[in-house]
C-alpha cells in the first residue's frame, strides 16, 4: 500500500478521531496567530483593487483547528476593509483545503456547514462586516504542485512538513526495535532521515514559489526541536516510549519480531539550522519571522515542571489518545487492526512513567517565508 494511503489520520467525529483529538495542534495553532495576523495584513496590503485572496491551508486534516485559520484570516481582512487598508471595499477569500486524497473530506465538509451557520449568527449579533469567502478541497500531496502559476496569496501548513513522502532509504533492519531516531540508532539511519527531509523540504518550496504571486506568503507551524545536535532529544522519546510498547508486544508473542524490525515512522522533526540551511541553499525565499514555542505533552496539563497535582496516568492517557489519531493508521497497516488498543493501553502507562520522572516539552516553530522574486 502507498504511504499516501496510511498517513491521513483517524477520521471521523468518534473517540479516537484526529477531530476529538487536536487539542494539542489547536493550542500551537492559536499561539501562531499573531504571525498569521501579520501575515494576511501584509498581502492585503499588495492586492490590486477587485483582487480576490486566495488561501490554500496544506495538510488541513478533518478536525476543528482548519476553521481557526480561516475565522482569523477572515477577522484580519475584515477588520482592513472597515479600517480602509484594504484597497478592495468587498474583498472575496477563496480558501482551499489540501489534504492527501485519504484525508476525511466528508467530516471536514460537514464541519464547515456547521462553521458556516455559526459564522453567519455571529456577524449578525456582532454586526460585523461579512468578507465573502468560498471553500474548496483540494487532494493531493503537497510535494507536488496543486495549482496554476502565480494563483495564490498566502500559504498556510500546521503540522504537517514533518511528513516525509516517502521512507528514508536503506534503514530496513538498521534500526532494530527503534521506530524513530532514538540514541541507539547508527549514523546511517540519522542521516537517511535528514536526506529525506531535505529532499522533501527542498520539493516542497520550490511547489510554493511556482504557485505564489509575487507578493505572497507561506507560514509553517513545523513540530520539531530546540537542540540541533541531538536528533534523538525532545520528540524522539514519544517514539522511544512507543516503541518500548511494541517490544513488549513482541516478547508476549502478540507481534513478530521481523515485523517489529521492519517498521519506521515517516516522519521527521528538524531544528531551525536545518531550516535556515535549506532556504540559504536553495535561494527561493526569505525568513520573514520566525519563533520557536514550548508546551507539555499533554494538552490538558497547565503545569510547568513536575508537580505532584498533576495525574501522570491521565496525561498519559492524553497523549497516546492524540498519537493514536495521528499514528493509528500506520500502525494498523504495519501490524493489524487487532493491536491497536493493546499497543496504545501499554503506551500510555510508559508514558505516564516518564511524566513521573521527567516533563519533556514539545517544540514547535513557527515560520513565516517571503516568495524572492
Same mark, same amino acid.
Given at each position: 500500500?502507498?504511504?499516501?494511503q496510511v498517513?491521513p489520520t483517524?477520521?471521523?467525529?468518534?473517540e479516537?478521531?484526529y477531530a476529538?483529538?487536536?487539542?494539542l495542534?489547536g493550542?500551537?495553532?492559536?499561539?501562531?496567530?499573531?504571525?498569521?495576523?501579520?501575515?494576511?495584513?501584509e498581502?492585503?496590503?499588495?492586492?490590486?483593487?477587485?483582487?480576490?485572496?486566495?488561501?490554500?491551508?496544506?495538510?488541513c486534516?478533518?478536525?476543528?483547528?482548519t476553521f481557526?485559520?480561516?475565522?482569523?484570516?477572515l477577522?484580519?481582512?475584515?477588520?482592513?476593509v472597515?479600517?480602509?487598508?484594504?484597497?478592495?471595499?468587498?474583498?472575496?477569500?477563496?480558501?482551499f483545503l489540501?489534504?492527501?486524497s485519504?484525508?476525511?473530506?466528508?467530516q471536514l465538509?460537514?464541519?464547515l456547514?456547521?462553521?458556516?451557520?455559526r459564522?453567519?449568527?455571529?456577524e449578525?449579533?456582532?454586526?460585523?462586516?461579512?468578507?465573502p469567502?468560498?471553500?474548496?478541497?483540494?487532494?493531493?500531496?503537497?510535494?507536488?504542485? =496543486?495549482? $496554476?502559476? %502565480?494563483?495564490? &496569496?498566502?500559504?498556510?501548513?500546521?503540522?504537517?512538513? !514533518? +511528513?516525509?513522502?516517502?521512507m528514508? *532509504?536503506?534503514?530496513?533492519?538498521?534500526?532494530?526495535?527503534?521506530?524513530?531516531?532514538?540514541?541507539?540508532?547508527?549514523?546511517?539511519?540519522?542521516?537517511?532521515?535528514?536526506?529525506?527531509?531535505?529532499?522533501?523540504?527542498?520539493r516542497?518550496?520550490?511547489?510554493?514559489?511556482?504557485?505564489l504571486?509575487?507578493?505572497?506568503?507561506?507560514?509553517? =507551524?513545523? $513540530?520539531g %526541536?530546540k537542540? &540541533?545536535h541531538?536528533p534523538?532529544?525532545?520528540v524522539a !522519546? +514519544?517514539f522511544?516510549?512507543?516503541? *518500548?510498547?511494541?517490544?513488549?508486544?513482541?516478547?508476549?508473542?502478540?507481534?513478530?519480531?521481523e515485523?517489529?524490525e521492519s517498521?519506521?515512522?515517516?516522519?521527521?522533526?528538524p531544528?531551525?539550522e536545518?531550516?535556515?540551511?535549506?532556504?540559504?541553499?536553495?535561494?527561493?525565499?526569505?525568513?520573514?519571522r520566525?519563533e520557536?514555542?514550548?508546551?507539555?505533552?499533554?494538552?490538558?496539563?497547565?503545569s510547568?515542571?513536575?508537580?505532584?497535582?498533576v495525574?501522570v496516568?491521565?496525561?498519559?492517557?492524553?497523549?497516546?489518545?492524540y498519537?493514536?489519531a495521528?499514528?493509528?493508521?500506520?500502525?494498523?497497516?504495519?501490524?493489524?487492526?487487532?493491536?491497536?488498543?493493546?499497543?496504545?493501553?501499554k503506551?500510555?502507562?510508559?508514558?505516564s512513567?516518564?511524566l513521573l520522572?521527567?516533563?519533556?516539552?514539545?517544540?514547535?516553530?513557527?515560520i513565516l517565508?517571503?516568495?524572492?522574486?
Amino acid at each position: 500500500m502507498a504511504l499516501e494511503q496510511v498517513l491521513p489520520t483517524v477520521g471521523g467525529g468518534g473517540e479516537t478521531s484526529y477531530a476529538s483529538n487536536s487539542k494539542l495542534q489547536g493550542k500551537s495553532l492559536l499561539a501562531a496567530m499573531p504571525m498569521l495576523g501579520y501575515a494576511i495584513r501584509e498581502v492585503c496590503g499588495s492586492l490590486r483593487p477587485a483582487e480576490k485572496l486566495v488561501a490554500v491551508d496544506l495538510g488541513c486534516s478533518s478536525g476543528p483547528n482548519t476553521f481557526l485559520v480561516v475565522s482569523e484570516v477572515l477577522k484580519v481582512v475584515g477588520d482592513g476593509v472597515a479600517s480602509r487598508e484594504v484597497a478592495s471595499p468587498v474583498l472575496e477569500v477563496q480558501f482551499f483545503l489540501n489534504d492527501l486524497s485519504g484525508n476525511d473530506f466528508n467530516q471536514l465538509f460537514r464541519s464547515l456547514d456547521e462553521y458556516n451557520r455559526r459564522k453567519e449568527a455571529e456577524e449578525e449579533e456582532m454586526g460585523r462586516l461579512r468578507v465573502p469567502y468560498y471553500v474548496a478541497g483540494l487532494p493531493g500531496s503537497f510535494y507536488r504542485r =496543486l495549482l $496554476p502559476c %502565480r494563483s495564490v &496569496h498566502f500559504f498556510h501548513s500546521s503540522h504537517s512538513v !514533518h +511528513l516525509l513522502s516517502q521512507m528514508p *532509504q536503506g534503514i530496513e533492519q538498521l534500526n532494530e526495535r527503534n521506530i524513530y531516531i532514538a540514541e541507539s540508532s547508527p549514523p546511517e539511519v540519522v542521516k537517511a532521515y535528514q536526506n529525506q527531509h531535505q529532499k522533501d523540504f527542498c520539493r516542497f518550496l520550490e511547489c510554493r514559489h511556482a504557485e505564489l504571486t509575487d507578493e505572497g506568503r507561506t507560514m509553517l =507551524l513545523i $513540530p520539531g %526541536r530546540k537542540n &540541533h545536535h541531538l536528533p534523538y532529544h525532545g520528540v524522539a !522519546h +514519544l517514539f522511544r516510549l512507543l516503541a *518500548q510498547a511494541l517490544s513488549t508486544l513482541v516478547s508476549e508473542g502478540t507481534i513478530r519480531d521481523e515485523k517489529l524490525e521492519s517498521y519506521n515512522v515517516p516522519l521527521y522533526y528538524p531544528s531551525l539550522e536545518e531550516i535556515e540551511a535549506v532556504l540559504g541553499s536553495q535561494g527561493l525565499f526569505g525568513m520573514e519571522r520566525a519563533e520557536m514555542i514550548e508546551a507539555n505533552w499533554d494538552p490538558f496539563d497547565e503545569s510547568e515542571g513536575l508537580s505532584s497535582s498533576v495525574d501522570v496516568a491521565q496525561s498519559g492517557k492524553n497523549i497516546a489518545k492524540y498519537m493514536r489519531a495521528a499514528l493509528g493508521p500506520m500502525i494498523a497497516h504495519h501490524f493489524g487492526e487487532e493491536v491497536l488498543d493493546e499497543v496504545f493501553s501499554k503506551y500510555a502507562a510508559n508514558l505516564s512513567g516518564h511524566l513521573l520522572q521527567e516533563k519533556t516539552k514539545y517544540v514547535f516553530l513557527i515560520i513565516l517565508l517571503k516568495k524572492k522574486i
